[in-house]
């Protein structure tokens, strides 16, 4: 019997400071907090159906720092959006690559722990005729 994997389900940030990130997630990405856990010092939230979690790292234990990108309909709108809430952006938004069918645009920002994140949108194009 072959097992397949399915969709991530959930996915864990280790933080330095509780409050802060929960600021940082909810108040500056606006992700729908879950459930904030204080023994554990940990919260999760909802990103478009994928768990977040953020916890505290123990002392001594290794600090993850994935790069998770955002996926958005208006990257301008977005960009725009997080920095009046507090995000800073390593840039503008900028085109990444494109095919026949597709651009696809990123803009990169941190989390207060340094966690790189970026917003993406993958655009509808048409490439033009020569």
Request: hydrophobic share 45%; charged share 25%; proline share 5%.
């Given at each position: 019997?072959?097992?397949?994997?399915?969709p991530?389900?959930q996915?864990?940030?280790?933080?330095?400071?509780?409050?802060?990130?929960?600021?940082?997630?909810?108040?500056?990405?606006?992700?729908?907090?879950?459930?904030?856990?204080?023994?554990?010092?940990?919260?999760?939230?909802?990103?478009?159906?994928?768990?977040?979690?953020?916890?505290?790292?123990?002392?001594?234990?290794?600090?993850?720092?994935?790069?998770?990108?955002?996926?958005?309909?208006?990257?301008?709108?977005?960009?725009?959006?997080?920095?009046?809430?507090?995000?800073v952006?390593?840039?503008?938004?900028?085109?990444?690559?494109?095919?026949?069918?597709?651009?696809?645009?990123?803009?990169?920002?941190?989390?207060?722990?340094?966690?790189?994140?970026?917003?993406?949108?993958?655009?509808?194009?048409?490439?033009?005729?020569?």
């Amino acid at each position: 019997m072959t097992t397949e994997l399915g969709p991530i389900a959930q996915i864990h940030l280790s933080v330095t400071d509780i409050a802060r990130a929960l600021t940082f997630y909810r108040d500056v990405l606006r992700l729908p907090l879950l459930l904030k856990v204080e023994a554990q010092k940990m919260a999760s939230f909802d990103c478009a159906g994928i768990r977040l979690d953020v916890g505290e790292a123990e002392p001594g234990a290794d600090v993850s720092h994935p790069l998770l990108h955002f996926r958005v309909a208006d990257i301008d709108e977005a960009y725009a959006h997080l920095q009046a809430r507090g995000a800073v952006f390593e840039g503008p938004p900028h085109l990444v690559r494109e095919d026949d069918a597709t651009q696809l645009w990123r803009a990169f920002f941190r989390d207060p722990d340094g966690t790189r994140l970026a917003v993406m949108e993958e655009r509808a194009f048409l490439a033009a005729e020569t």
